[in-house]
């Protein structure tokens, strides 16, 4: 696998490097949309990819990540190239035994290089050592991208929000609710 033989760790972030969790977002590409069914207690979907034309890319308000004030009910992965980070996984300890991962990002010059997948696998080595059912997280339907990432590392759909962004100036778009089992 071509990210086992990168220069890219990735290891959990300490005190010591708290502010890595400020690595900025980028762009990503609206591309497609994942069309997601639920039929006799059974989601099923389909990818539909748009032309490029009609591709546009979004990019994620900053957050404004406190690793002091979230070290009690988070854990935070990173990924380095040297000592520089170039992606993030933040893990949420929630009340229902599935690690929630509730950000998870990697900088444009390493995007298809394996750095979710790694982060991802790190927590969820983690979430098997601290007893979690397993890892949950949300993804908008038209993150295309992203969608089906988490679908090809063994995530299943476990639910759909039609009615999140009513009224908003991202209406039209839906919530996709992912779990992984461990």
């Given at each position: 696998?071509?990210?086992?033989r990168?220069?890219?760790?990735v290891?959990?972030?300490?005190?010591?490097?708290a502010?890595?969790?400020r690595?900025?977002n980028?762009?990503?590409?609206?591309?497609?949309?994942?069309?997601?069914?639920?039929e006799?207690?059974?989601?099923?979907?389909?990818?539909?990819?748009?032309?490029?034309?009609?591709?546009?890319?979004?990019?994620?308000?900053?957050?404004?990540?406190d690793?002091?004030?979230?070290?009690h009910?988070?854990?935070f992965?990173?990924?380095?190239?040297?000592?520089?980070?170039?992606?993030?996984a933040i893990?949420?300890?929630?009340?229902?035994?599935?690690?929630?991962?509730?950000?998870?990002?990697?900088?444009?010059?390493?995007?298809?290089?394996?750095?979710?997948?790694?982060?991802?696998?790190?927590?969820?080595?983690?979430?098997?050592?601290?007893?979690y059912?397993?890892?949950?997280t949300?993804?908008?339907?038209?993150?295309?991208n992203?969608?089906l990432?988490?679908?090809?590392?063994g995530?299943?759909?476990?639910g759909?929000?039609?009615?999140?962004?009513?009224g908003?100036k991202?209406e039209?778009?839906?919530?996709?609710?992912?779990?992984r089992?461990?």
């Open positions: 696998m071509e990210a086992e990168s220069p890219i760790t290891r959990r972030i300490g005190p010591d490097r502010g890595d969790l690595l900025p980028e762009p990503f590409p609206l591309r497609g949309r994942l069309h997601v069914n639920y006799d207690d059974a989601f099923s979907w389909a990818a539909e990819t748009w032309p490029e034309d009609r591709v546009t890319y979004q990019t994620f308000p900053e957050e404004d990540y690793y002091e004030a979230m070290k009910d988070h854990f992965v990173g990924a380095y190239l040297g000592e520089r980070c170039v992606g993030l893990f949420e300890k929630p009340w229902n035994r599935w690690l929630y991962l509730s950000d998870l990002k990697a900088c444009r010059e390493v995007r298809r290089m394996g750095v979710a997948r790694r982060l991802l696998e790190e927590g969820m080595a983690i979430a098997r050592e601290e007893g059912r397993g890892v949950s949300i993804c908008q339907d038209n993150n295309l992203a969608a990432f988490y679908l090809d590392v995530f299943d759909i476990g759909l929000d039609t009615r999140v962004y009513d908003t991202q039209g778009k839906r919530d996709l609710f992912l779990y089992t461990l």
